[in-house]
């Protein structure tokens, strides 16, 4: 049985109840993590325990929040106020960790299903965004990752073109990964809009609905916005149903053309209107 799982960030009491819920043997089943394994929430090194004891049962995504952990370990980034990363930094293991993470995919596939964290580029399809995501996972497993974290943040361009090299390839192709949710029509990016689909601005879409998109038809599933909640179309799942705000933490199972939701209560780590949600 594959299951694919939503937004973790810390949760690691959720994800443990939402393991028994499903009933999740590891001889049996796997899992599908859709990024943002820490932060916010106040168990992220449990969170990383828990998914390393899994195995080859767990694959994980990075998603925006693990990236945040490479570049505070790394000392590109200081740690925010509502960071919870303190446990992994101060643990006697924490460069394994951090080694751990660093090799995580950006983007993977499961039963026909793409899976990435937040979204994808309309220019592109499938085989351009996973192997545009095995260009950037090179990069952060690259002896310079402190030299490579320097260069990753940042909102421009916010228009792909086959020709971007560089630095200003790797962004694009990380802020679509991790950090996408509404778009232009010609598929500009927009980082100022957090909110539901409903609240999008004027001439602003949802990635999913943008018109052209290439990977229209490929079943995508994606997490990082907790503002949508659980969407569930015929080629679309967004599963980060806001567990580190007191929402749910979902799993859907996917295999033999299965669409099996399930999903437990999470106690609120963090209320919204503190930071930014996703």
Known sequence: MHYLVGDLQ????????????????????RLHVLGDLVNRGPQSLAVLRRLRALGSSATCL????????LAVAHGVRREHRTDTLRDILDDA??????????????ADTAHGWLLVHAGVAP???????????????????????????????GNEPARWRDDLQGADRWRFVINVLTRIRFVHADGTLDFQVKEG????????????????????GT????????TLGLVERADLLALDTGCVWGGLLTAVRV????????????????????????
């Open 10 to 29: 810390g949760c690691d009491d959720a994800f443990a109840r939402l393991l028994a819920e499903i009933g999740f043997s590891p001889s049996r089943d």
């Open 62 to 69: 990075l998603g925006n929040h693990d990236l945040h952990l």
């Open 93 to 106: 293991d924490r460069d394994a960790w951090i080694d751990w993470v660093r090799h995580l995919p950006l």
């Open 123 to 153: 220019a592109w399809d499938a085989a351009q965004t996973l192997a545009l995501a095995r260009e950037v996972e090179a990069m952060l497993r690259d002896p310079d990752l402190p030299g490579f974290l320097q260069v990753m943040y």
């Open 197 to 216: 689909a409903d609240a999008a601005p004027p001439g602003l879409v949802p990635w999913f609905d943008a018109p052209g998109r290439r990977t229209a």
């Open 219 to 226: 079943p995508i599933a994606f997490g990082h916005w907790s």
């Open 255 to 278: 295999d033999g053309g299965r669409r099996d939701v399930v999903q437990v209560r999470c106690a609120q780590a963090l209320a919204p209107g503190v930071a930014a949600q996703g």
